[in-house]
């Protein structure tokens, strides 16, 4: 959420800025300072007021005590059309206070300097290619119809247990799937990330917090008995740890890292692009989560991205890093990175991660700060990244490392899978 600190004194630059997304706010932010501006008047006028419900409480003390009652049951009067009109004040403050929140959880991010204008995945910029050969023998087939040959992930029988997008892993495609979140954890932890179990639902506040409601409600699995969602990503429930909390500068960075199943209703994928593992509503991912020094967040977003092309080169995968355009950022994002492997089979490029930097746009919904070396407290930044998310990765895998005589598994895993090939 933008800061109205910043909306006041930096209009004309977030207006600029949000225009690298295709979007016009000047008329939301005009309204939002319109608004505060009358938040400001109401609070000037409910401060007043109980200044002089505070004088007046003195004056009637001073009155009964010299036995003037009838002075003072005047002064009584006067006070309870104080408090009445008090009430209406406070009343409308309330009002104002959620139309300007709300107005608030409809503006995105402002994107930072360096993302580039665009509307769509067209206007992204490539900024790295690791263009590692791949040879495929005659009669390549597609992750799909490997699965079913190799009988290692069983889609029909994900339909018949829950619906379109819910795959069962067998055997040893079950195996590779555990293998590669153990790897990845570990890589995590030799990082320097603290591993994190969350829980898979969480309430609004969470939700509203990281910036997934109300923009994405719609993309979201919600369990109405409860009132609570299933999370689309470890991000959400990690993040909101730092839930109304008040940091010191010396505990950053905080770096943590957490498996989880993603849950995603993914409303109106539909078409080969979502065959076999290419999009689900329910799939597993290792997310990495850092929470920084404002002057430190960009250098951050750095080294997270080093740390997911360093997974990608383990795995011999080809791939590419990708800096997005304004129109195809996530909403509370202020730059992502998107990294994409090559899928031989299919020809085309698969996202397997988006790291991102909100700055203090989640901090702001969160409450998130820290107190700087002069006591002063702001709001920290924190960041994102998948590190990695499993279906594209392990589709990627299985297309790529074909074979005639089967499926080579990537030495890194050969520890963790028990097994070298897939045949």
């Known amino acids: 959420m933008l800061e109205l600190t910043a909306i006041r004194e930096q209009r004309a630059e977030l207006i600029n800025r949000l225009s690298k997304r295709g979007l016009s706010v000047e008329s939301t932010l005009n309204q939002i300072i319109q608004l505060d501006d009358e938040r400001k008047s109401n609070q000037h006028i409910i401060d007043n007021t109980l200044a002089e419900l505070n004088k007046l409480s003195k004056e009637i003390g001073k009155l009964m005590q010299g036995g003037d009652k009838a002075g003072a049951e005047a002064l009584k009067q006067t006070v309870a059309s104080l408090k009445e009109s008090i009430k209406d004040t406070e009343a409308r403050q309330e009002v104002v206070a959620g139309e300007i929140r709300q107005l608030l959880y409809t503006i995105p991010n402002a994107p930072v300097h360096e993302v580039p204008q665009g509307r769509s995945a067209a206007d992204n910029h490539t900024v790295y290619e690791n263009a590692l050969p791949v040879t495929l023998p005659e009669g390549a087939l597609p992750h799909w119809e490997l699965a079913k040959k190799y009988d290692l992930i069983d889609f029909e029988l994900g ?11 067998k055997g040893k495609g079950a195996r590779l799937q555990r293998a590669l979140i153990q790897y990845f954890l570990d890589q995590a932890d030799q990082a320097g990330y603290t591993e994190i179990i969350p829980p898979l639902m969480v309430n609004e506040d969470s939700g509203i917090g990281t910036g997934q409601l109300p ?107 990708l800096l997005l355009c304004g129109g195809d950022m996530g909403f509370a994002s202020a730059i992502t990175y998107d990294l994409e492997v090559f899928s031989a089979a299919q020809e085309k490029w698969l996202e397997v991660s988006s790291v991102s930097n909100f700055e203090a746009f989640q901090a702001n919904r969160l409450k998130l700060r820290f107190k700087d070396a002069d006591g002063k407290t702001q709001l920290a930044h924190t960041l994102n990244g998948s590190a990695l998310a499993l279906p594209r990765i392990l589709a990627a895998l299985l297309e790529n490392n074909q074979t005639p005589n089967g499926i080579l598994v990537p030495e890194v895993l050969h520890s963790y899978t028990g097994f070298k090939t897939i045949d």
């Open 215 to 321: 923009d994405k409600e719609g993309q979201m699995y919600y369990v109405g008995a409860d009132d609570l969602y299933l999370i689309p990503t470890a991000e959400v429930p990690i993040t909101n740890i730092y839930r109304d909390v008040i940091l010191k500068e010396a505990d950053f960075p905080i770096k943590l890292a957490g498996y989880t199943p993603c849950f995603r209703r993914e409303a109106g994928s539909y078409g080969k692009d979502v065959r076999g593992l290419n999009r689900l509503h329910q799939f597993d991912k290792v997310e990495i989560v850092q929470i920084e020094h404002p002057q430190r967040s960009m250098q951050t977003l750095d080294h997270m991205v080093n740390h997911v092309k360093k997974l990608l080169d383990s795995l011999n995968l080809p791939y590419r890093v």
């Open 159 to 169: 339909v018949k247990i829950t619906g379109a997008g819910f795959p069962v892993y």
